[in-house]
């Protein structure tokens, strides 16, 4: 069983920044592909980013050129930067871990974008 814990959600006004991480327990980090999704309410959860264990990362349409993934396998850590926010953004965060047979799930973060 793999735990996941985000952090670094909160309120940001649009245009500003904030950066999320997601600590993994387990030895082997290094294998996972792991990434981040977000639910906005009434609306499907929906892909984020993706980093592979070889450091390879694939983006959502709507957040090329604003967020960045990023892990630090060292930590058994995930980050998420994200900048230019938008209140479209507002949703709830979720860092994912996958191995070909399993997926493991964190609790969730809140976004909230808004003036």
């Known amino acids: 069983q793999v735990q996941l814990v985000e952090s670094g959600g909160g309120l940001v006004q649009p245009g500003g920044s904030l950066r999320l991480s997601c600590a993994a327990s387990g030895s082997i980090f290094r294998l996972y592909t792991m990434g981040w999704y977000r639910q906005a309410p009434g609306k499907q959860r929906e892909l984020v980013a993706v980093?592979?264990?070889?450091?390879?990362?694939n983006y959502a349409d709507s957040v090329k050129g604003r967020f960045t993934i990023s892990r630090d396998n060292a930590k058994n850590t995930v980050y998420l930067q994200m900048n230019s926010l938008k209140p479209e953004d507002t949703a709830v965060y979720y860092c994912n871990a996958k191995l070909p047979a399993a997926t493991w799930w964190g609790q969730g973060t809140q976004v909230t974008v808004s003036s």
């Open positions: 980093i592979t264990s070889t450091g390879m990362t």
